[in-house]
């Protein structure tokens, strides 16, 4: 598919190569997902023999020939100014991009309505302040977060997403459930084990956030550590 122009671009990306060229697929999807949209085989997809990229998230363990690689994020949205919340209490921001539940398909869902429930409940009580927005575009997201004491990205999968860099690198905790080979591939790629995502599935949210919104130094010193371990990795 890549071949012609029967692909979601409309462009032949083969053809478009000069003789001698060298070219790379960096992998950004589950192989079944680019499969559907490019009609092929998701085996064919594993086994082409042009060099192969992915990024070192959930992808990497169904790309056994590609290289895990970093996704890069713009520093400069460090220096998006934080905004305190207003209510007096955490303001607490989750941007999921679908609304699927928890048992919808892996990787496709963060679990929006349980989480959402988890933090309204939370809202009611007076613990949290909630922004919970989906479609939101890019730059209307990033200035959201920026008010935001805590970002939540997936407590469900066991990945993180492009939203824990973002978040991280604008000085803010963040929440995200790592699975054992998302948390090594992590280590890995950064030469750390030290990691700055506050690991917390969805069973532990109420009470991590419990803890977390009844301590404004320990948020603070997390966003700091966050910011300083983006800096540094």
């Known amino acids: 598919a890549f071949g012609s122009t029967a692909n979601p671009f409309g462009f032949d990306f083969l053809g478009a190569l000069k003789p001698g060229a060298r070219h790379v697929m960096h ?4 192989p079944e997902f680019t499969a559907r949209a490019a009609g092929v085989d998701p085996q064919t997809l594993r086994d082409a023999a042009i060099p192969q990229l992915v990024v070192a998230q959930y992808h990497e ?8 690689a970093p996704l890069i994020v713009d520093h400069a949205l460090s220096a998006i ?17 679908q609304s699927l539940s ?17 933090l309204r409940t939370l809202e009611r009580r007076g613990v949290l302040r ?3 927005e989906q479609e939101l575009p890019f730059d209307a997201c990033q200035r959201l977060r920026a008010t935001a004491d805590i970002v939540i990205d997936d407590v469900v999968t066991g990945s993180f997403h492009t939203t824990s860099l973002e978040a991280l690198s604008m000085g803010k905790p963040t929440i995200c459930w790592l ?5 090594a591939v992590l280590s890995e790629l950064t030469g750390t084990n030290d990691l700055p995502l506050i690991d917390a599935p969805l069973h532990a949210l109420e009470r991590v956030l419990v803890e977390l919104c009844a301590q404004r130094d320990l948020l603070r010193d997390l966003g ?10």
């Open 130 to 132: 909630a922004s919970i």
């Open 61 to 68: 363990r169904y790309y056994p020939r590609a290289r895990p």
């Open 102 to 118: 928890w048992h919808a398909e892996r990787w496709e869902t963060k679990g929006k309505p349980e989480v959402a429930r988890v």
């Open 27 to 30: 992998w950004h999807s589950s």
């Open 179 to 183: 699975d054992a080979r998302a948390r």
């Open 81 to 97: 100014p934080h905004v305190a919340g207003s209510s007096g209490v955490p303001h607490v921001v989750f941007t999921p991009s």
């Open 224 to 233: 700091q550590y966050a910011h300083d371990w983006m800096r540094r990795h």
